[in-house]
């Protein structure tokens, strides 16, 4: 006798009505900084939030979720999330590219919270539950000389942070990337029009090795240290800019060299052993394929809302622990507590996860995106509520309107274009 007889499906289907998607609208809002969220509802009253923001071209991505994205979702089963990423990304043609992944990724976060909320569970348990207690974050320290880069850091260090990113003025630039007016609140699309920034290579490399002696001595061996160059090297000045950290013994050192030429890290990897981390601006695994697969990384930065989301996401930290690469996902302010929350889901839920970048949103931000999880002594806890753990307000969301915010450009100091 068969023993499941006496729960056929059909009594399970009469039961219960099957879930559809009956509407879904994009909310654009900017408490301080602009934010694109997708709102997906469905026939039962449950509904999802997802995030679609494109830091400098937040109404692209906008403008494809509501002209090119939201007729197709209309009707569906939300609980079929892998059949719908795979509609959205094969069903384009043209696919891949940062709007269109950002786009399918807001669709991805808003049906597992869904189904999370469904399932009366947080996500992370729908993805085979935690493979550790918190989750582990680096924070930003910056200034506009050594000295007060090294105070911001004893800042974090106070506040209980674990690992913090070091970045510094150089003397002789008017501005470098990473050293922000706003200690706790980097914001670097500053401007209604790109600022125009200078750099010099000479001055960087000569500063950031004095930093991290400096740092060391001041901070201790105890806390992880991590820098972000920023793409701005060449291969050969990338590996003996890793190789001078060696005896700092960084976390990692980020964005070494430009991504595109996957190859370029093979020379780093020659002259050096400290750990190299790339990715953040990755839209699916094809982008770290040679990467992750040649082993020429530690540390795979693809985050939630530009790699097509948790889906996505998931398949490029399953690669990555094939090759002994673990995760380090992008969590600068960029990102609403929607990727943030999603990301934690994620990282919770993962054998390789490595660390998770976490910048503070301000309250204003906070207020629009409440949320469950919360910083505890250089820890992120994720949420135990069902789906995501994170709303959106959409009547204090309304009072903030969009406003156009472009990312500076770089040029050298002879005027030329340069890497930003």
Known sequence: MNRFAQFPAQTYRDAVSPL????AKVIVTCPGRNFVTLKIETSQGIYGVGDATLNGRELAVAAYLKEHVLPLLIGRDPHQIEDIWQYLYRGAYWRGGPVTMSAIAAVDMALWDIKGKAAGLPVYQLLGGRCRSAITVYGHANGNDIEGTLEAARQYKDLGYKAVRLQTGIPGLASTYGVSKDKFFYEPADAGLPTENRWSTEAYMRTVPE???????ALGDEIHLLHDVHHRLTPIEAARLARDLEPYRLFWLEDAVVAENQQNFRLIRQHSTTPLAVGEIFST?????????????????????????ITHLRKIAA????????????????LSPISMAAALNFNISIPNFGIQEYMRHTSATDAVFPHDYRFEEGLLQVNESPGLGVDIDEALAAEHPYRPAYLPVNRLLDGSMFNW
């Open 20 to 23: 559809k998607i009956v509407s």
């Open 285 to 309: 695994v094809w982008d770290a394929k040679q990467l992750i697969e040649e082993q020429l990384i530690d540390y795979i930065r693809a985050t939630v809302v530009h790699a097509g989301g």
């Open 319 to 334: 690669f990555a622990d094939l090759h002994n690469v673990r995760t380090g996902c992008h969590g600068a302010t960029d």
């Open 211 to 217: 930093l991290f002696e400096k740092a060391r001595m």
